[in-house]
Every structure is written in structure tokens, then in C-alpha cells.
Nanobody, 126 residues
Framework: QVQLVESGGGSVQAGGSLRLSCAAS????????MGWFRQAPEKEREFVAV????????VYADSVKGRFTISRDNTKNTVYLQMNSLKPEDTAVYYC???????????????????WGQGTQVTVSS
């Protein structure tokens, strides 16, 4: 499994911004689809954004489209999630995840991701 470590969470007021980072300690990082998911209290974990491996294609959940941007730096084995115009409903624990296989097409399904970080808390106050 790919080891993943998230950072960058915190507390902000509505309208603010945060940037999450996820560092992978695996040489296969560049060939894997990477995703961000989130889980609010008493809710299921949901898809937020995903970026493909070699060509960096992206897909976003409708709830974050236009406000969040996922990117990756394959030289640093790191994927990022820039979150702007944050809303209270964005409050959740955010997890990064690596696809179970290399060289796959983009996926938004949670079950396709086999390695997960420990999560980082994002709290947005109104």
C-alpha cells in the first residue's frame, strides 16, 4: 500500500481559504489516480475531487466545482487541494487516497481507492 500523510487542515471563517497537501512515500505515485474525499459527522465519506496520474485530468463533485482545485507535483510525490470560498457545509475530515492500481483511467468511486491517509480536519465557521 501507498503511505499517505495529509497536512494543511484548520479552522477558517466562511469565505476563507485553505490548502491541503498529501505526501506519498511511494515511487509509483506519478502513475496513480489520486483523490480527495471528506466525511462530516454522522455522514458517509463522499467524493470531493480526483486527478489522474500521467495526464492530470480532473473531476470535481458538484458541491465544490469552481471553488476547489486539485493538483499534483509528481516530482514531490504530493497532491494538493486548494479550497477557496469555503462554506460551513465544507466542514469535515478530509482524506486523500491513492487508486489501488497504476495506469488506470480516472475514477470517482471510493471503492477504487485502496490507500488512505489519516485525515485532516477542516472546520468552517459562519
Amino acid at each position: 500500500q501507498v503511505q499517505l500523510v495529509e497536512s494543511g487542515g484548520g479552522s477558517v471563517q466562511a469565505g476563507g481559504s485553505l490548502r491541503l497537501s498529501c505526501a506519498a512515500s511511494d515511487w509509483t505515485f506519478g502513475s496513480r489516480c489520486m483523490g480527495w474525499f471528506r466525511q462530516a459527522p454522522e455522514k458517509e465519506r463522499e467524493f470531493v475531487a480526483v486527478i489522474s496520474g500521467l495526464d492530470s485530468k480532473t473531476v470535481y463533485a458538484d458541491s465544490v466545482k469552481g471553488r476547489f482545485t486539485i493538483s499534483r507535483d509528481n516530482t514531490k510525490n504530493t497532491v494538493y487541494l486548494q479550497m477557496n470560498s469555503l462554506k460551513p457545509e465544507d466542514t469535515a475530515v478530509y482524506y486523500c487516497a491513492a487508486h489501488v492500481r497504476r495506469f488506470t483511467s480516472i475514477s470517482t468511486s471510493r471503492t477504487d481507492f485502496g490507500s488512505w491517509g489519516q485525515g485532516t480536519q477542516v472546520t468552517v465557521s459562519s
